[in-house]
């Protein structure tokens, strides 16, 4: 099982943190967020990982020699994806990784900041069955507050995003994405049986989607990705009930995820 974590961002929401560091490498409760993924996904049988890295990047690939002098037995393949020359984005990231990701099989991305107690290895093997029923991607969602929201029909399936601050909704299905711009666009498409969730940061990719990214520029969002497809590929979002998720992006969540990983590790 391979699995991409996206660790290249700029971490500008975590200043002054991330002045001299990159947001992978900040710490909660002494544990960098880098630290904390790869344990976990190690933990649920991701044993060949990819991290992308921009932002300071020679300090991660620093800090995951490191963690090998540490652990030289830990059974882990780690390679890195560069992205020196250009920060790509979400689905430039997973373009700019195919040469790692692509062996045929569905791979696992995650971002670094995202805190879950998702059993990974499950979502990983259910949404490896919904992608062999034809499905293209499997995306962890949550009823988080988001003032930008994914868009869900009845199936589960994406049908497009909103922007509850400027009212912009963008859909493949000109049905939605003519309200754009109107500030009742949110009531109306409620009103037409789409299920607004966030994003969570998580999902299943088929290989297929390298397929499909080849045309695109270097740069783009996954998200953006997902909506050009949706109205051709199933693009599914998975709602865990009882889910606990923390995105932490922001300076006043990290006395929460210090919490939340403490909760976790005495399990």
């Known amino acids: 099982m391979k699995a991409l974590i996206f660790a290249a961002g700029l971490g500008t929401r975590l200043k002054p943190l991330t002045i001299n560091k990159p947001k992978a490498l900040v710490e909660v409760g002494g544990v960098t967020f880098l630290e904390w993924q790869i344990r976990r996904l190690l933990s649920f049988g991701f044993k060949d990982i990819v991290i992308n890295v ?10 995951v020699r490191e ?8 059974g882990l393949k780690i390679q ?32 670094v900041d995202i805190l879950s107690d998702l059993d990974l290895k499950s979502f990983y093997s259910s949404s490896v069955r919904r992608i062999e029923e034809g499905v293209l991607a499997s995306v962890v969602v949550s009823g988080r507050y988001s003032d930008r929201r994914l868009l869900f029909d009845s199936n589960n399936l994406l049908a497009g995003w909103e922007n509850l601050k400027t009212f912009e909704v963008k859909s493949p299905y000109k049905k939605y994405a003519s309200l754009s ?17 966030a994003f969570g940061g998580i999902h299943v990719l088929s290989p297929k989607v390298f397929e499909l990214m080849e ?42 995820a210090e ?9």
């Not at 020196?84 to 990231?93: S, Y």
């Not at 500030?183 to 607004?196: F, N, Q, S, Y």
């Not at 919490?259 to 399990?267: H, Q």
């Open 215 to 256: 045309s695109w520029e270097e740069k783009f969002s996954i998200v953006d990705f997902y909506l050009k497809n949706a109205a051709k590929y199933k693009i599914e979002g998975r709602y865990f009930e009882n889910l606990r998720l923390i995105d932490v992006g922001r300076l006043e969540h990290l006395p929460k």
């Open 181 to 197: 711009g109107r500030e009742d666009a949110h009531k109306i498409l409620e009103e037409r049986g789409l299920k607004p969730f």
């Open 54 to 63: 921009h932002h300071f990047g020679d300090k991660v690939e620093e800090f």
């Open 259 to 267: 919490e939340f990983m403490k909760e976790l590790s005495n399990k």
């Open 80 to 111: 890195f994806s560069e992205e020196f020359d250009l920060l790509r984005d979400t689905g430039g990231g997973v373009r700019h990784a195919a040469k790692l990701l692509n062996d045929k099989e569905p791979f696992l991305v995650h971002n």
């Open 67 to 74: 963690f090998f002098r540490k652990n030289p037995h830990c």
